[in-house]
Every structure is written in structure tokens, then in C-alpha cells.
């Protein structure tokens, strides 16, 4: 099956600086991969999400980005605010099913 | 739209009982999934449900199924429990459509084994 690795396991930014996490995943199949923010105490949250047929998509501070050659997929976060301090998750999934891999997480710390 | 919700938030079994955790999806979404979630493995799939079948299934025993309801809402079921089975278990929905693949969680079961 998938297997989707995170890297770092713990980022800690300061206040308006870019985060940038990197995963990497193992089924060429793969062609959905969402982020997902989950804070302490709290449910997953869609943030971003992309397909195999895009290369990049933005969304205001956050965009993700996807190298299908190299299969990893990258979430970064431009001018970091302490309410981006959360566990980040990655997944992957293939198209139609809704079997998701995910990542270990990334904690976020962003030290006002 | 109201998102997932699911019942009970906080649950506390002993060894050797069985537990049934419910999920109701976010209104006209027809697929919904399951995930156990722990500090040491993470988020894992435990299986889908859509239109009443399952559709996928992860790698989990057979103490752990579920079933869906003709209104889409889901039940898991985790038969002879174990210390091991402690975890939060977070269900997701999905309309599912054509070019719809997002999942939607809900803020999960917290189920402790004793």
C-alpha cells in the first residue's frame, strides 16, 4: 500500500518567516494529496489540497506544491502567524478512492 | 451546512467489552471513512463506507467493523477491546462526486480501554 513519509518532525519558525514541510510518498498511482491542520484538542482541517494534474496551487498564505518524478509534495506558509502553531498532516490518496495515507505529522511552533 | 458530527465524544471501556461509536455525515455526502488516530501510528484508515457497502477496507482485525445507513450515517463497531485500542477514532465524509475528493472530519471519539 501508500506509504507517505513527513519531514521535519518538529518546525519551529519565528513570527513572519516561511515553514515549509516536505513529504514524500511511494505509489505512482497516488493523484490526490491534501494538508491537513490539526490543532491540539481538535479535528483535522482540510487546508490545501492538490491534484497530480497541477504542479502548484495557492491559497492566500499557503500553497502546496507537487513533484509527480520525484514523488514528494511540499506545504509552505509564507509570513508565519502563532495561529499556524499546529500538528500538519499530508496524505495521499488515489482518484476515487477515499483510502487516505498520511503522513506522522510536522509540529509547527512559530515563536512569536 | 452542519459539518460531521459524532457521538460520544468521550468514552471509557474496560478490557473485553465492545463499544459502538456513531458518525453522522455532513447532509448529502454519501461516503464516509474511518481513521484511528494515536501518537505512535498516527492516522490510520480502518474502512469506507459508501451507499451502504463497504468500499475499502484497511489493516485492521476483524474486532474492528462498521456499517451504513440508508441516510449515510455510519457506525463503527470494536468488539473483545483491548488496552491497544485506545485512541481517538475520527470519521470523515465526502460527497464524492465526479471531481470531488475532499474528506471532512469530525472532532472524533475519544475512546479509553482500561
Known amino acids: 500500500g501508500e506509504n507517505v513519509e513527513q519531514h521535519p518532525s518538529t518546525l519551529s519558525v519565528q513570527e513572519g518567516d516561511s515553514a515549509v514541510i516536505k513529504c514524500t510518498y511511494s505509489d505512482s498511482a497516488s493523484n490526490y494529496f491534501p494538508w491537513y491542520k490539526q490543532e491540539l484538542g481538535k479535528r483535522p482541517q482540510l487546508i490545501i489540497d492538490i491534484r497530480s494534474n497541477v504542479g502548484e496551487k495557492k491559497d492566500q498564505r499557503i500553497a502546496v506544491t507537487l513533484n509527480k518524478t520525484a514523488k514528494h509534495f511540499s506545504l509552505h506558509i509564507t509570513e508565519t502567524q502563532p495561529e499556524d502553531s499546529a500538528v500538519y498532516f499530508c496524505?495521499?490518496?488515489?482518484?476515487?478512492?477515499?483510502?487516505?495515507?498520511f503522513g506522522k505529522g510536522n509540529q509547527v511552533v512559530v515563536i512569536p | 451546512k452542519a459539518g460531521v458530527t459524532q457521538t460520544p465524544r468521550y468514552l471509557i471501556k474496560t478490557r473485553g467489552q465492545q463499544v459502538t461509536l456513531s458518525c453522522s455525515p455532513i447532509s448529502g455526502h454519501r461516503s464516509v471513512s474511518w481513521y484511528q488516530q494515536t501518537p505512535g501510528q498516527g492516522l490510520q484508515f480502518l474502512f469506507e463506507y459508501f451507499s451502504e457497502t463497504q468500499r475499502n477496507k484497511g489493516n485492521f482485525p476483524g474486532r474492528f467493523s462498521g456499517r451504513q445507513f440508508s441516510n449515510s450515517r455510519s457506525e463503527m463497531n470494536v468488539s473483545t477491546l483491548e488496552l491497544g485500542d485506545s485512541a481517538l477514532y475520527l470519521c470523515a465524509s465526502s460527497f464524492q462526486g465526479a471531481s470531488s475528493y475532499e474528506q471532512y472530519f469530525g472532532p472524533g471519539t475519544r475512546l479509553t480501554v482500561t
Open positions: 496524505a495521499a490518496s488515489t482518484r476515487g478512492n477515499n483510502r487516505l495515507a
